[in-house]
């Protein structure tokens, strides 16, 4: 993961300039930047680049994309790590499977609670 953190780290700055902070490209590359991160235990460094990556994509792509969702479940992951199971569940991953059940309201494909 150090290895991976580091290229991504590299490809981040790479697409801010190129592309701006916001970019939906830029917002995927500080998302694995985020999880190489979590990936070596350093979960609190990987939940504030998750947050920072969330709030972007809700603005940027909206709170029901499937990028938004994939990181608001990463970011749950993140906190869960932590040992704050309670707001992992009830504020994350109820968040998100919420909104995923509101967006794909196909019979069959929602998630249920």
């Known amino acids: 993961y150090g290895e991976a953190e580091e290229l991504f780290c590299q490809c981040l700055e790479s697409k801010k300039s190129a592309l701006g902070e916001t970019h939906p490209d830029t917002l995927t590359y500080m998302n694995n930047l985020a999880m190489a991160v979590r990936g070596q235990g350093r979960y609190g460094e990987a939940e504030e680049l998750l947050r920072q990556c969330l709030e972007s994509r809700k603005s940027v792509l ?23 199971y309670a707001e992992a569940e009830e504020e994350l991953l109820r968040q998100c ?12 494909y929602c998630f249920t609670s």
């Open 62 to 84: 909206g709170e029901t994309h499937p990028s938004t969702l994939t990181t608001m479940n990463n970011l749950a992951d993140a906190v869960r790590e932590q040992g704050r």
């Open 97 to 108: 499977l919420s909104l995923h059940t509101c967006h794909h309201k196909q019979p069959g």
